[in-house]
């Protein structure tokens, strides 16, 4: 099956520790997002990648780190620094950005919560 | 900056019953313009993509219109089935990213 695989559907963090969020694709998509979902509220964008080795800030990038390594996957780090990281975490994909017809597929979520 | 609004934000009907859901948006400068589904605690589904040379698209029971000179996009579900219970959210494309709407909350009732 094709699509996006997102790891694990819950996470706990501890206060002063990292996690990291997996996000895998088999689309063979170019561009892969990041974004935080609070009770009631649009997506907030986290970061987006357009290609390997290469990723751009969104709206909230204050407290996370990404890595682009490969083109299938993009992790999420939730570091120390984020105060506030109880949230859904949803992970995206398209084709390619620029394109009228780029349909943006999601990933199934992880739910982070803080101990 | 786009923003992107919708409402109403939560929409209860009787089973069967036609339904209007709306999106708006600030920037008409965009590329394109999608609907989504979500059900609780999962992940988006995608419904329809306007592009934006496009006035409106349908699906089945679907039919998503846009309007960028007034920055508008409606939804329209026909028939509606308490299977179509739950929130639909819009989202701008620019070319760069997505801007989300907030979501309509909708409960189809039996």
């Known amino acids: 099956d094709g699509g996006i695989t997102q790891s694990p559907k819950y996470l706990f963090r501890k206060e002063g520790q990292n996690v990291t969020l997996s996000c895998e694709q088999n689309?063979?998509?170019?561009?892969m997002y990041w974004y935080r979902q609070d009770p009631g509220q649009g997506l907030r964008l986290i970061y987006y990648s357009q290609i390997v080795n290469d990723f751009q800030k969104g709206d909230i990038a204050e407290g996370y780190s990404v890595s682009r390594e490969k083109k299938e996957s993009f992790p999420l780090t939730v570091t120390s620094a984020q105060k506030n990281p109880t949230a859904f975490y949803l992970c995206?994909?398209?084709?390619?950005?620029?394109?009228?017809?780029?349909?943006?597929?999601f990933g199934s979520g992880t739910q982070l919560s803080v101990l | 900056k786009q923003e992107v609004t919708q409402i109403p934000a939560a929409l209860s009907v009787p089973e069967g019953e036609n339904l209007v859901l709306n999106c708006s948006f600030t920037d008409s400068a965009i590329y394109n313009l999608q609907w989504f589904r979500q059900d609780p605690g999962k992940g988006l589904t995608s419904l329809l993509l306007?592009?934006?040379?496009?006035r409106e698209q349908t699906s089945g029971r679907l039919n998503a219109s846009l309007d960028k000179s007034s920055g508008r996009s409606t939804l329209y579900i026909a028939a509606s089935q308490p299977g179509d219970s739950a929130t639909y959210l819009c989202?701008?494309?620019?070319?760069?990213?997505?801007?989300f709407g907030p979501g309509t909350r909708l409960s189809v009732l039996p």
């Open positions: 306007i592009q934006s040379s496009q």
């Open positions: 689309l063979n998509h170019d561009a």
């Open positions: 989202a701008v494309g620019d070319g760069q990213n997505f801007v």
């Open positions: 995206a994909s398209s084709p390619a950005l620029g394109a009228t017809n780029e349909k943006l597929f």
